[in-house]
């Protein structure tokens, strides 16, 4: 696996960032309203299903965390509808919608290092055969 870039790299750690605050927030919404433990299950599990994949570098991972954010914005709009002054609000909106942002430039940026890499490969292969 190549390394990454400087913007990868800064996209890669922003991500991980607002994808704690949010499961943060998270944790801090279901805890204020001393909800039961299944829906403890079904706020945060989501969330750190992903982790293991992303730590490994798939980019498949970061793809379908998008998919999955989807559902949390859902919600995190709707909390905002229905409490416009609360703050654990606010922060949850803005740390999914950043968290979706970062992870969707890195998908970008990642994946076309990952594929300069490819075809950097294939090149030093084809040259070192003599194949044109």
Known sequence: MSRRSGLSQGLWLSM???WIALAGQQ???????DAPWPVWLLRVVPLLLFMPSVLR?????VIWLCFVLLFYFISAVELLFA???????????????????AAAFYIRTRG??????QV?????????????
Do not use: H, M, Y
């Open 83 to 101: 409490q416009p002054d609360d703050v654990i609000a606010v922060v949850g909106v803005s740390a999914v919608v950043g968290v979706f942002i």
């Open 27 to 33: 944790v801090v919404d279901v805890a204020r309203f």
């Open 16 to 18: 991980w960032v607002l």
């Open 57 to 61: 570098g798939s980019l498949r991972a």
């Open 112 to 117: 076309r290092e990952l594929k300069a890499a």
């Open 120 to 132: 950097g490969v294939i090149d030093t292969v084809s040259s070192s055969t003599g194949a044109n």
